[in-house]
Nanobody, 121 residues
């Protein structure tokens, strides 16, 4: 079982910055991807950014140039640096960790409980 815990959310003014952290712990076999999703009230959960085990990254168009995802493999931790925040970035941010068993070719997805980010204008 893998436990995923996010931290770093809060209230910030438009144009401000926040840094989210997510740590995975437990019986971890091999982490493949680590990423951030978000869900605003009344909207579906959407991908914000994701990073793979080889360091490649993917961002939603809406956050490109403003958000940066990074990963510390030794600590099983992923970060999301959010700059130039806008009111539309307000949402609950969820960390996703994908563990992959390459022997069985099976992947498991684990989610954190979410952390609220509120951007006030």
């Amino acid at each position: 079982q893998v436990h995923v815990v996010e931290s770093g959310g809060g209230l910030v003014q438009t144009g401000g910055s926040l840094r989210l952290s997510c740590a995975a712990s437990g019986s971890i076999f091999s982490i493949n991807t680590m990423g951030w999703h978000r869900q605003a009230p009344g909207k579906q959960r959407e991908l914000v950014a994701i990073t793979t085990s080889d360091g490649s990254t993917t961002y939603a168009d809406s956050v490109k140039g403003r958000f940066t995802i990074s990963r510390d493999n030794a600590k099983n931790t992923v970060y999301l640096q959010m700059n130039s925040l806008k009111s539309e970035d307000t949402a609950v941010y969820y960390c996703n960790v994908q563990e992959k068993n390459y022997v069985l070719n099976v992947a498991y997805n684990y989610w954190g409980q979410g952390t609220q980010v509120t951007v006030s204008s």
